[in-house]
């Protein structure tokens, strides 16, 4: 089964990481990756730009209202995600608890996939 490991932290700690942070805690993360990949167990891993590039399309009325944001008042905000294929929730939560060791701070949440449509091929 697939599972999401969605990455969530404080965009504000996180983008006030020196470039020698960001790099630490990114080779620290790949390590982790690279096990996964030759375990093939890794799918698509996504990194976010902050929520002040986000736009939101509320949905709940016509027309469709585009605004930027989305500006939540929330201590920590989705910055990007994992998909990984394990054979339990116990194998998602020990991946999560490697990628936690490697990225101080922050949470994740994992949640199972049910796959909508296979991806048509954009990188």
């Not at 942070?21 to 891993?45: I, N, S, Y």
Request: hydrophobic share 40%; aromatic share 6%; net charge negative.
């Amino acid at each position: 089964m697939q599972y999401a490991i969605l990455c969530y932290h404080s965009e504000d700690v996180v983008c006030g990481w020196s470039k020698e942070e960001d790099e630490a805690v990114m080779g620290r993360l790949a390590v982790v990756q690279e096990k996964l990949t030759r375990q093939g167990k890794l799918g698509p891993v996504a990194r976010l730009m902050p929520t002040t590039a986000a736009t939101t399309l509320r949905k709940d009325r016509e027309p469709a209202l585009v605004i930027d944001g989305p500006f939540a008042e929330t201590k920590e905000q989705l910055l990007g995600f994992y998909i990984v294929d394990c054979a339990s929730l116990d194998e998602a939560l020990e991946i999560a608890q490697d990628l936690g060791r490697a990225n101080p701070g922050g949470s994740y949440e994992i949640r199972p996939v049910a796959l909508f449509r296979q991806g048509g091929g954009a990188t």
